[in-house]
Every structure is written in structure tokens, then in C-alpha cells.
């Protein structure tokens, strides 16, 4: 009888919470069978057993376990001490549904005769929330899957089962908890709510950071007159699917390179030593469903721009579906953070743990200046690096800044 026990799925998690068993107890599983959703501090992600046999639960959908601690087991059939019919534990031992405080959500996942649905994760959680019968939706994905693409303009129904109602995110609703204003308050109503889990790590993240690394930033704006004729260039040449790279992947690739030559700044500071990562993997920011989500291009500065538009495409995609893996969130050494395309013209973020600084994007715009003596224009960026002064300190971090900006001022230097 061997143990399935909660994975470590990203380099920052502790611990994860079950959103849904794939399989039942007493179900034959063959190694590489998708066993078990988990959400993580990152993402939620569907693992797939190592271990082949018969399965038997031990925790409960709902249930937010340490990394190591057993889920359930694989081995021959037997009772063994799996609680109730269904073979889920229903004791108030550590990592339960009641001491976690979280009702189990209902899951559709077969149809009535009895064989699993094929759907992604997030097309699960949009059905849970909805209420839509996965068994009456046509699968447009691999093999007949379903993804989310698939429940746009189904018919909803009534949120199924006594758990809480889930969201796209796959998480539960934020509770919601109207209360009368005290009498030195004149606010009016006051809600509180809840944060989710996800919320909930990136909150304690983010405050670890700001208390552990003494964060400073330094600013620049840079002319990308010439980035976007390069892009447009791009764009005439481009034949058949090819991807053309945005100004975002170039700000990817000119950090990458800039980050070849300022070891500290592909580092990060960690109980009293440098670390130096002799890959450079660069995060992108991606927002989903209530989430922020960090995928990384692996050996970022050993790809041309072609590539890292292609990479960065595919996995903002898999983000979106809620496809995306351990591996694809793994290992970043240095993050872009890009609030362009919302408008914001600048903006600070903060560092992510294990990392030496982040470099936030603003919106690329049209904006007068003076050159040789008279008024034109040109197409400004400003951004901001975030360091971590433990580490990478103002004149390194100043350096890194200026090759990062002569980079995308001359493309050239990006093929």
C-alpha cells in the first residue's frame, strides 16, 4: 500500500488545498492517471499519481494539508481505515474539512453512465459555480475536452450542492458579513470579507517582503521610438501564424540580456549569503480570475524575440485555462510586472520572494519633447525597479537599469 501525499507543486508552497478528487475511492488508478485538483499559493493544478492501484481517500475535497502529509493511498483492495462509505475521513483530526473551517465543494465530474468527464480545471470550477451539467457540454479541447471556451452562452442553472458557490478562480466566494456601523461611525453599512485563500497568500507574501527586504526604487524613462518601428517591422514580415513579439517581450529580452551582465540582480539574498542562479528565467505577470500569476520563461536571454512571443503567448494561455503546471511557474529569477495596458503610466511593485528586484512597465505613449532645440515627440515608457538592498544596491541596481534602457532604445542589441 503506498501513499499519495500533498506534492510540493511550487517552489513557494507550503501547503494546498483539494478542490476536487478525480477519482473516486475504490477506483483502479494506473500511474499518470489526473488524481487530485490542488490549489496551491499560485495556481490550481491537477496532479497525476505516481502509484498505481487501488485508491483510497483519506481527506476530504475542501481540506488544506502541509506539503508530505498523506491524502489518500494506493495499493489492493481492503478497508483499511478510510471512515465513511465513500472512504473520506470525517474526524476532526488536523487538516479536515472542520479544522480547516471550509465545507467541501460538490464536483461533477462523470456522467450518468458512470465515466469521467474530460474538462480543465477552470472549466469545472465555472461549471460548479454556474451550475452547469458537464454531461450535456460538446468538448471543443484534446480528445474531447471540455475548456472554458466551451461553457460560453450555456444555459446556467442553479449552483449545485450545499458548498460554498466558486468562482472562475476555483476558489470559494469571499464571505460577505453586513454589520451595523458603531455609533462613532458614520461610514454608513460595513461588509466584511473574508479573503480567500489565494488572498490570503498574497497578502502574508507581500508582507513578508516589504518587512524582510529593505526595498528602493529607481526610475527611468525610456524612448521606444525605435522598439516600436522594430515591432512594426515585425509585424510586415511576419508570414502564415508566425507570432510577432509586443513591447513586452522586448522589455523581457532586453532584461534578460541586461541580467547576463549583473549576477546580483539574477540572485536573490537568503540567510546571510548571496545566491547566484546561473540560469536566467524571467517571470511574467499574469492576471486571471482574481489571481496573479507568475509563469516563467526559462533561459530567457538564450532566446530571440520570436521565441520568448511564442513562450510568453503559450503560457499566458495556459494561465487563462487554468492548464498551467509546477514546472511553468518554477524557477524564476527576476520578474516583469507590465500595467501598461490598463493605462497606468507608472507604478511600483513589489519583490518577489527569492528574487533581487522587479521591474514594473508602464503604458508606452506619445508625449512631447525637446530635441535639438525644438519641440517633437516621442514614444515614452517609464518604469520602475524595485531592489532589494540586502543585495543589489543603488549604483548595481542603477547600472542594471541603464542597460536595460540602452537595450530597448537600440533593438538592435536584442537579436
Not at 502529509?69 to 481492503?78: F, H, Q, S, W
Not at 474539512?97 to 470550477?125: C, H, W
Not at 498551467?324 to 493605462?343: A, H
Amino acid at each position: 500500500m503506498g501513499e499519495i501525499v500533498m506534492p510540493r507543486l511550487t517552489d513557494s508552497m507550503e501547503e494546498g488545498t483539494i478542490i476536487a478528487w478525480l477519482k473516486s475511492s475504490g477506483d483502479p488508478v494506473a500511474v499518470g492517471d489526473e488524481l487530485v485538483e490542488i490549489e496551491t499559493d499560485k495556481a490550481s493544478m491537477v496532479y497525476e499519481s505516481d502509484l498505481a492501484g487501488e485508491l483510497h481517500i483519506e481527506v476530504e475535497e475542501g481540506a488544506t494539508m502541509p506539503i508530505g502529509e498523506k491524502i489518500a493511498t494506493v495499493g489492493d483492495g481492503g478497508s483499511g481505515d478510510q471512515g465513511s462509505g465513500d472512504g473520506r475521513k470525517l474526524d476532526d483530526s488536523a487538516g479536515t474539512v472542520e479544522a480547516s473551517g471550509e465545507k467541501p465543494e460538490p464536483v461533477t465530474t462523470k456522467t450518468s453512465g458512470g465515466q469521467r468527464i474530460k474538462a480543465s480545471p477552470l472549466a469545472r470550477r465555472i461549471a460548479r459555480d454556474r451550475g452547469i451539467d458537464l454531461g450535456a457540454v460538446s468538448g471543443s479541447g484534446p480528445n474531447g475536452r471540455i475548456v472554458k471556451a466551451d461553457l460560453e452562452g450555456v444555459e446556467t442553472g442553479a449552483p449545485t450542492g450545499d458548498g460554498p458557490a466558486v468562482g472562475a478562480s476555483g476558489r470559494a466566494d469571499a464571505t460577505v458579513s453586513p454589520r451595523t456601523p458603531s455609533a462613532e461611525s458614520n461610514k454608513g453599512s460595513v461588509e466584511t470579507i473574508e479573503l480567500n485563500r489565494l488572498q490570503q497568500t498574497i497578502a502574508r507574501r507581500m508582507a513578508e517582503s516589504k518587512a524582510t527586504a529593505p526595498h528602493f526604487y529607481l526610475r527611468a524613462e525610456i524612448d521606444m521610438g525605435r522598439a516600436v518601428e522594430v515591432r512594426a517591422g515585425f509585424k510586415e514580415t511576419a508570414v502564415g501564424g508566425e507570432q510577432v513579439p509586443s513591447l513586452n517581450d522586448m522589455v523581457v529580452k532586453a532584461v534578460a540580456t541586461a541580467l547576463t551582465h549583473h549576477p546580483r540582480a539574477n540572485g536573490a539574498y537568503r540567510d546571510g549569503r548571496f545566491e547566484l542562479y546561473s540560469r536566467i528565467n524571467v517571470g511574467i505577470a499574469v492576471a486571471a480570475d482574481d489571481a496573479l500569476v507568475v509563469p516563467t520563461i526559462g533561459d530567457a536571454d538564450r532566446k530571440d524575440l520570436r521565441q520568448i512571443a511564442t513562450e510568453s503567448r503559450r503560457l499566458a494561455e495556459r494561465v487563462r485555462t487554468g492548464e498551467i503546471t509546477p514546472p511553468e511557474l518554477s524557477g524564476g529569477t527576476f520578474t516583469v510586472s507590465n500595467l501598461g495596458m490598463f493605462g497606468i503610466r507608472s507604478f511600483d511593485a513589489v519583490i518577489n520572494s527569492g528574487q533581487a528586484g522587479i521591474l514594473a512597465v508602464g503604458e508606452i505613449a506619445e508625449r512631447p519633447v525637446i530635441r535639438d532645440g525644438g519641440l517633437g515627440s516621442a514614444h515614452l515608457m517609464e518604469v520602475s525597479l524595485a531592489c532589494d538592498h540586502r543585495i543589489l544596491y543603488g549604483a548595481e541596481g542603477a547600472k542594471f537599469l541603464s542597460e536595460i534602457r540602452t537595450n530597448l532604445e537600440e533593438p538592435g542589441l536584442l537579436a
